[in-house]
């Protein structure tokens, strides 16, 4: 039967109506960004359907149908646009915070920033030189340069929860993933035994063997002359051999072959897609679900899975980090094996790039500044040579109180967080408040680590590196709570101990046995203004040549 249609006037005014009634009955309440793969098929699929509707049970040809199938679409999605930016300029309960114009109707203003350098941190300082502490950077994003903001938001005290860019890998969920805290602290306490004292005194000699191997390679290559060194390829050597083998039993024996391991190139492209996405994890969630695209974070995913299933055939004298979660996920129920599972290998991802990239940029900007300063070099190596054991080595324990050591590590931390764009939270439904500014409920807050660790108001001379700050001269730390380089909380780092072990033990190793200086035609700019914020840091080269301290 052929059916005759309405108007095409008419049509199009039901399209539009139902435009707006999407926007107030379904978009407007709760979170949909786990939904953007499915409502993306829909969109698709719905004006194929009408268009075959058309043609066939109506009285209009195949051009008509299209025709009329585009103006009904054109008619939804221009009512459904109008009314969210109507709403989000106007009406939203943001709508008095400063920021940008753009950054009221979408987050796709965001996107568009970053697509060329990949450079948040940066970015989201400019805002603050602009628009002040509190800035609305989405239509409900709030980023805050206010240092109150830090315990309220990371805190253990705190009512934040995770926001809903943790969501961007999903279904793949880790613990650093989690957003409800009852499954974080759970699987957080199996974590906590793979770096409790036992497991820490466990590391301390494998760490050691693997700083005496970079300071044997630096050695091969500094007798050959002012050879420039890539220290920041030697130190992503370095962490990742370390995080293999505490991780999965075995070095990816980076250091033994001066090589890059082909998964360090997985890890930078499985990690690139959040230096542009990560403002809109909805988009990241279309993208992981089309065939064929996000092809390197895919592949790094099962790279890390992989690891897993190889690692589960080795047996450890003495219980690592995986020993501990292969064996949490063997214990579950047999209907809950195949969730654990999956949770076992997404857990290996995290351990790679928090193992790996945050410990070597951490490295490379502190020895940047070890270069820039000869004196404190020579400061810092005279206070090492009195802790230095009789074979020359050094013991996790008696680093713990080199005071410029661990001052020249704090300052590094302040200065270049790994993590510089900091950690995202969800505000509780009654809002929060920091000061005399209230958030309302259901708002996603910032407080960026690199913005913040370089305030005026918390550091004097906030922009220079200044380890004194943290030993002889406290009062140019104006605010202790504003610095967090670790997180807090329970959301805090798990791994914190273990890179403060491989921060100390290497550096006293590598100041000890030589002279670091830039090479020729380095002064640490590319480092400085070229590396990518892919939520952790990924760093550009910087090269330095080493000479034995011995002469």
């Known amino acids: 039967m052929t059916l005759v249609v309405a108007s095409t006037p008419v049509l199009c005014a039901y399209a539009a109506a139902a435009g707006t009634l999407s926007h107030w009955t379904y978009f407007l309440h709760g979170e949909h960004h786990l939904s953007a793969p499915y409502l993306l098929r829909i969109a698709l699929l719905i004006p194929i359907v009408t268009f075959i509707y058309l043609w066939k049970y109506t009285v209009l040809d195949a051009v008509q149908a299209i025709a009329l199938t585009t103006q009904l679409?054109?008619?939804?999605?221009?009512?459904?646009?109008?009314?969210?930016?109507?709403?989000?300029?106007?009406?939203h309960r943001l709508r008095n915070f400063p920021g940008p114009r753009k950054a009221r109707a979408t987050k796709l203003w965001h996107v568009w920033k970053l697509a060329p350098k990949s450079n948040n941190y940066m970015e989201l300082n400019s805002l603050r030189e602009k628009y002040g502490d509190y800035v609305?950077?989405?239509?409900?994003?709030i980023t805050i340069f206010d240092p109150d903001a830090v315990p309220i938001l990371l805190g253990p005290s705190s009512k934040c929860s995770k926001a809903p860019w943790y969501d961007a890998n999903h279904p793949v969920i880790s613990l650093h993933t989690l957003r409800d805290k009852k499954s974080h602290d759970a699987r957080r306490r199996i974590w906590d035994r793979g770096f409790g004292a036992k497991a820490l005194r466990a590391y301390e000699d494998r760490i050691m063997g693997y700083s005496r191997a970079l300071q044997a390679q630096i050695s091969r290559?500094?007798?050959?002359?002012?050879?420039?060194?890539?220290?920041?390829?030697?130190?992503?050597?370095?962490?990742?051999?370390?995080?293999?083998?505490?991780?999965?039993?075995?070095?990816?024996?980076?250091?033994?072959?001066?090589?890059?391991?082909?998964?360090?190139?997985?890890?930078?492209?499985?990690?690139?897609?959040?230096?542009?996405?990560?403002?809109?994890?909805?988009?990241?969630c279309i993208l992981t679900s089309i065939p064929g695209l996000g092809g390197g974070f895919k592949a790094f995913v099962e790279w890390c899975s992989e690891q897993v299933e190889k690692r589960k055939g080795i047996q450890m004298g003495v219980p690592d980090l995986m020993s501990w979660?292969?064996?949490?996920?063997?214990?579950?129920?047999?209907?809950?094996?195949?969730?654990?599972?999956?949770?076992?290998?997404?857990?290996?991802?995290?351990?790679?790039?928090?193992?790996?990239?945050?410990?070597?940029?951490?490295?490379?900007?502190?020895?940047?500044?070890?270069?820039?300063?000869?004196?404190?070099?020579?400061?810092?190596?005279?206070?090492?040579n009195s802790l230095r054991e009789s074979d020359g080595s050094f013991s996790f324990k008696t680093l713990q109180s080199a005071e410029l050591l661990n001052a020249i590590i704090n300052e590094t931390l302040r200065l270049h967080p790994?993590?510089?764009?900091?950690?995202?939270?969800?505000?509780p439904p009654e809002g929060i408040k920091i000061g005399e500014t209230f958030i309302p409920g259901h708002?996603?807050?910032?407080?960026?680590?690199?913005?913040?660790?370089?305030?005026?108001?918390?550091?004097?001379?906030?922009?220079?590196?200044?380890?004194?700050?943290?030993?002889?001269?406290?009062?140019?730390v104006k605010n202790k709570a504003a610095f967090a380089p670790f997180s807090l909380g329970s959301f805090s780092c798990v791994g914190k101990q273990v890179a403060?072990?491989?921060?100390?033990?290497?550096?006293?190793?590598?100041v000890t046995e030589f002279n670091i200086r830039f090479a020729p035609g380095e002064n640490g700019q590319r480092l400085l203004n070229e590396s990518k914020d892919f939520f952790t840091m990924s760093i550009a080269d910087l090269d330095l040549v080493f000479t034995s301290t011995a002469g």
């Open 325 to 384: 979660l292969i064996e949490s996920s063997e214990k579950v129920e047999k209907s809950q094996r195949k969730a654990a599972e999956a949770l076992l290998h997404s857990d290996s991802r995290l351990i790679v790039v928090a193992g790996s990239d945050t410990t070597a940029s951490t490295f490379t900007f502190m020895f940047y500044h070890l270069a820039r300063d000869t004196a404190m070099q020579d400061k810092l190596r005279k206070e090492l």
């Open 221 to 284: 290559l500094s007798a050959q002359g002012d050879h420039p060194i890539s220290a920041s390829d030697w130190f992503h050597f370095y962490s990742f051999d370390v995080m293999g083998d505490i991780a999965f039993g075995r070095s990816f024996e980076m250091l033994k072959t001066g090589r890059p391991h082909f998964a360090l190139n997985l890890l930078k492209e499985g990690m690139a897609p959040l230096g542009v996405l990560g403002p809109v994890p909805w988009a990241f």
């Open 418 to 427: 790994p993590v510089p764009s900091g950690t995202l939270r969800l505000t």
């Open 443 to 476: 708002t996603t807050v910032v407080s960026p680590s690199y913005s913040i660790g370089r305030l005026e108001s918390c550091y004097e001379k906030a922009d220079e590196f200044i380890p004194e700050r943290w030993t002889s001269k406290p009062g140019l």
């Open 73 to 91: 679409g054109c008619s939804y999605y221009a009512a459904l646009y109008t009314s969210i930016i109507l709403y989000r300029v106007f009406f």
């Open 136 to 141: 609305r950077t989405g239509p409900a994003e």
């Open 500 to 510: 403060l072990m491989e921060l100390r033990m290497t550096t006293a190793l590598l």
